[in-house]
């Protein structure tokens, strides 16, 4: 009954302005979860349901060392006049997943115009994994004795110099590591160059949300990016790795095995890729558990020594206190990939920038509502904060 009477949700934030924010965005407290769902169910059910709109997209290519964009196409074409609504999507999603095009469809109701969807390097099936962008290391703190001022710095979610994880980078031809926060802004860089939109507002769902803090917090002044949303995006990574459940383990590792075994035939020649590089490709796919094969895989890719240390150190939370714009972090209790323990209130709404809005029910990028469970929440808010932000 508790759990029954309680809000099904809570906003926490630390400055009074963003009340007025709050107040546009009536969808805040409109929330109904679908009483009969768990987090597991919400999570499952939603990744078979699609929007009724159907939307046409169209690729256009960033750089030819694998990044690129897909347009969202209503026949209106580009407008320069309203502001970019960039999305990123999970580690392995798509224009073609049905979240993102239930974003989409909310965006068409608050007359978006300008839609894309971002595509990582690392799914491009012809990526060029020695290319650096020009941004690459930028905002890292890579000498000795240089300390972050604002990092959490309690010893648990990760150490206060960027140093301790990247002291082979710093020695030049050592090792080429991919820095996805550089290829973000190289890619913000581009749009921003070829269309000069007026405002570039964004949505990271899961994963593309860390990546989102990350580049906010490394970038800081220098960052593209005007208001941004997160959705069940895990903040403390290592905690979160901890608190993992089992079905969501097993379903991860197979999900990442799918997107590695797609690009899997580049690795069958050391020329296409660093030879520093130490990733073992076949143990990655035989791994039963995400932290395997973020041993053999995602970590040395990154420049990581260990999954240990990529997850300490590419936790959202260690760069959002430097974030500088406004931010919407949404999160449900029972999500079982993003546990609560690992949500950092506190650190998260330091800024005074940021409204935190956890769901009593949602699981992750769930969030079903109704007795039906017809149709997805989080899009409503998320359009909302960055309609005012437009």
Request: hydrophobic share 35%; proline share 4%.
């Amino acid at each position: 009954m508790k759990f029954i009477n309680r809000p099904s949700v809570q906003l926490f934030y630390n400055n009074e302005d963003l009340k007025k924010v709050i107040q546009q965005c009536p969808s805040l407290f409109n929330y109904k979860p679908t009483p009969y769902l768990n987090g597991l169910l919400h999570t499952l059910l939603a990744s078979f349901k699609h929007p009724a709109e159907k939307h046409t997209s169209n690729r256009e290519i960033v750089h030819e060392a694998g990044l690129s964009v897909d347009w969202i196409d209503k026949g209106n074409g580009i407008d320069i006049q309203h502001p970019l609504l960039f999305i990123m999507p999970g580690l392995t999603g798509s224009v073609d997943d049905g979240y993102i095009n239930t974003i989409v469809s909310q965006a068409h109701l608050h007359n978006f115009h300008n839609i894309c969807i971002y595509n990582y390097r690392m799914l491009a099936k012809n990526a060029d994994f020695s290319f650096k962008p020009e941004c690459y290391n930028y905002g890292l703190k890579m000498q000795p004795n240089q300390f972050m001022p604002n990092y959490v710095s309690n010893g648990f979610y990760g150490i206060d110099n960027d140093y301790y994880y990247f002291e082979d980078d710093i020695i030049e031809g050592k090792r080429v590591r991919i820095d996805l926060v550089a290829d973000l802004h190289y890619t913000l860089e581009y749009l921003k160059n070829k269309y000069q939109f007026n405002k570039i507002l964004a949505i990271g769902c899961s994963y593309g949300g860390v990546q989102l803090g990350m580049y906010l917090g490394r970038f800081e002044n220098k960052a593209l990016i005007n208001a941004g949303v997160t959705v069940c995006s895990p903040h403390i990574m290592n905690i979160t790795q901890i608190f993992l459940s089992t079905f969501m383990n097993l379903m991860l590792c197979k999900i990442l095995q799918r997107g590695l075994k797609a690009i899997k035939d580049q690795f069958n020649n050391r020329n296409n890729y660093p030879s520093n590089w130490t990733i073992d490709v076949k143990k990655a796919l035989n791994s039963t558990w995400i932290q395997d094969f973020d041993t053999y895989y995602t970590s040395r890719v990154y420049g990581y020594r260990t999954s240990d240390a990529y997850y300490r150190h590419f936790s959202l939370i260690n760069r959002f206190p430097n974030v500088q714009i406004p931010m919407l972090c949404i999160s449900a209790e029972d999500d079982g990939v993003c546990h609560l323990k690992g949500l950092g209130k506190d650190e998260m709404i330091q800024n005074g920038r940021t409204i935190l809005c956890l769901t009593k029910a949602g699981g992750h990028i769930g969030f079903l509502e109704g007795w039906n469970a017809s149709s997805f929440w989080f899009p409503k808010p998320a359009i909302e904060f960055l309609t005012f932000h437009s």
